[in-house]
């Protein structure tokens, strides 16, 4: 199913949920809508749900306008992040509660909604779960069951609202992995609402970043990650350093370090920030013959494979502390301590002057 929104916006009171929202969502695909608190995210969710009504646009199913539509009459199923199971019904009559309160001519027979409610078990692996209560069952156990009850009125849109947002960090890896296996084999149109940036990378086939009611950047995850449109997308999207530097006549420089900026060949003493990833910052004991930045580890955390190092940098570049990350085997081979003076250079920043982003590589 293809679900567009059109010139959509929300106000409560004087605050702005949605702001003159374009978006189109293809069949099958899992969209993730992505941002801080308050961005509109859930708002937006909800609108296309059919449990929030918008102050002005649209909202399509395959073209149709479904803007006034009842939530029922348009074929979505909804998971929200805490479950919202019945408590007082077992696990079997959670999953055929849809089913069995359809009006008499849309009521499928006891049969085939045993048979459909034992499929759906079968299809989230808690089959075996059936006469359980809700109570009696683990965090992720729960979340499986609501999803299995969304599916069980086979909706033509699957909508996850921060779906494992309650769970613990290891059962929501294990969930994501799971989601992103059951969605290949559904192929079924699905968003789902997260402010975890990771969750949206590993999971999602494009990623809508929202803020303030808007739309910053709309991509795969490898192009909102590698390609930011703006300052705001590249510091929610994971760790960055922010270095001070300056664009002049087509070149950059940050302390001495210069790098080309082709795409800005008439900016004339320019300020500008670069950012540079952590694992793009490239580490020596010496200068080697080549520009560097001088800094001083200050702090030094393993976490498994990577070693993080918190840098002090001596050349007032950047305002804050600079992190870098290198592999162990590196770490060792530079034999690195806290207090170590070392030079780095980044292998590839972005550069943002004024409002105009320019990408160097």
């Known amino acids: 199913m293809t679900i567009e929104i059109r010139n959509l916006s929300r106000q409560f009171g004087a605050f702005t949920a949605l702001n003159n929202i374009n978006l189109k969502v293809r069949p099958g695909e899992l969209l993730a809508l992505l941002g801080p608190s308050g961005s509109g995210k859930t708002t937006l969710l909800r609108v296309i749900a059919g449990l929030e009504t918008a102050d002005s646009g649209q909202v399509l199913f395959n073209q149709e306008d479904s803007t006034d539509k009842h939530i029922r009459d348009r074929h979505v199923g909804f998971v929200f992040q805490h479950y919202a199971l019945f408590r007082n019904m077992t696990i079997f009559d959670n999953v055929a509660f849809g089913l069995r309160v359809r009006p008499g001519k849309q009521r499928p027979g006891n049969r085939e909604i045993h048979q459909r409610v034992t499929e759906l078990l079968q299809l989230v692996q808690l089959d075996w779960l059936a006469d359980r209560y809700p109570h009696q069952l683990s965090g992720g156990q729960r979340q499986r069951i609501a999803l299995a009850r969304a599916l069980a009125v086979e909706p033509g849109v699957l909508l996850l609202d921060e779906p494992f947002g309650a769970l613990d960090a290891k059962v929501r890896k294990e969930l994501r992995a799971w989601l992103r296996k059951l969605h290949d084999d559904m192929h079924m149109t699905s968003i789902f609402v997260t ?32 390609k930011p449109a703006n300052p705001f997308v590249y ?10 530097g300056r664009v002049h006549q087509g070149h950059a420089w940050i302390g001495d370090l210069e790098v080309d900026a082709p795409e800005y060949p008439e900016a004339e003493d320019l300020n500008a920030i670069a950012y540079v990833r952590p694992h793009d910052i490239e580490v020596n004991r010496t200068l080697n013959g080549e520009p560097a930045l001088a800094a001083r580890i200050v702090h030094i955390l393993a976490i498994g494979p990577i070693v993080r190092l918190e840098l002090a940098g001596q050349d007032n570049q950047s305002a804050d502390n600079i992190y870098a990350e290198i592999s162990k085997a590196r770490f060792r081979e530079l034999r690195l301590a806290k207090g170590d003076q070392v030079f780095i250079k980044p292998r590839r920043l972005d550069l943002f002057p004024g409002d105009r982003h320019l990408a160097l590589s």
């Open 195 to 226: 402010h975890d940036q990771e969750e949206a990378l590993e999971v999602a086939d494009r990623i809508v970043v929202m803020n303030r009611g808007c739309i910053e950047q709309i991509g795969t995850p490898d192009e909102v990650y590698e």
């Open 235 to 244: 510091e929610f999207l994971g760790h960055v350093n922010l270095f001070h």
